[in-house]
């Protein structure tokens, strides 16, 4: 038990090292609004792993992934989520105020927490990629003679630690590098880069068989 743990933690902790959409919108965030707007969007994102581990024990996964119908609604929805995150970007990249988003400044005016929250709880939550992830890699770690729910929200606690302080961190490097960051041309850029991000992830999503 205790070397199937340790192996969960390593293969977790690679997982979330490795970058991706989660990386991307805490970035985005953290610049938009400051270190508050990163961490909100961090938690958001880190409490969609508890509904993807909800799906696993319960056997939706299985459903989702057994009906074509199910799964492409799913991935359609997490896709078009995507490319909507990346449009909001890319438009503000256009404008031609002192700063992207509406109301980004260096004092943090651009944060709301709902919205932060609503963000990556969402782009967690709706992506399948995570629910296949979950659903092929969660049941090698869960006893079968124990109730799996709770042995699967266990499990999706820990990552939720996990990825909780690595994009924590994450948040507190793009803050001190913030007023950089808000520059002007520097924002816009990093606007235009984080929007067509975005929108790639959402189009391979959506693309993907």
């Given at each position: 038990m ?6 969960y933690l390593?293969?977790i902790t ?7 959409m ?7 965030n953290t610049t938009?609004?400051?270190?508050k ?12 792993l508890f509904v993807h581990?909800?799906?696993t024990?319960?056997?939706i996964s299985?459903?989702l ?24 970007s ?8 002192e700063v992207?988003?509406?109301a980004?400044s260096?004092?943090?005016d651009g ?7 609503r963000e990556?709880?969402f ?9 296949v992830?979950y659903?092929?890699f969660l ?6 003679s124990?109730?799996p729910?709770?042995?699967a929200l ?11 302080l690595w994009?924590?961190l ?5 803050e001190?590098a913030?007023?950089?960051?808000t520059?002007?041309?520097?924002r816009?850029a990093?606007?235009g880069?984080?929007?067509?991000l975005m929108?790639f992830?959402?189009i391979?999503l959506a693309?993907?068989r």
């Amino acid at each position: 038990m205790e070397s199937a743990l340790l192996a969960y933690l390593v293969a977790i902790t690679l997982l979330t090292l490795t970058p991706g959409m989660d990386t991307v919108l805490v970035i985005r965030n953290t610049t938009r609004g400051g270190i508050k707007d990163g961490l909100a969007t961090n938690l958001g994102i880190c409490s969609g792993l508890f509904v993807h581990a909800t799906f696993t024990s319960v056997g939706i996964s299985v459903i989702l992934l057994h009906s074509a119908f199910a799964f492409g609604a799913l991935k359609l929805a997490g896709a078009c989520y995507l490319i909507f995150l990346g449009v909001v970007s890319l438009r503000s990249a256009s404008r031609r105020g002192e700063v992207g988003l509406g109301a980004v400044s260096t004092s943090g005016d651009g944060f709301r927490l709902v919205r932060s929250l609503r963000e990556g709880f969402f782009s967690n939550a709706l992506n399948p990629k995570t629910i296949v992830f979950y659903m092929a890699f969660l049941p090698q770690f869960i006893d079968a003679s124990r109730p799996p729910l709770f042995q699967a929200l266990g499990l999706a606690g820990i990552h939720f630690f996990i990825a909780l302080l690595w994009q924590g961190l994450l948040a507190s490097m793009v803050e001190r590098a913030r007023i950089f960051l808000t520059r002007t041309r520097v924002r816009r850029a990093l606007d235009g880069v984080v929007g067509s991000l975005m929108v790639f992830f959402g189009i391979m999503l959506a693309w993907d068989r």
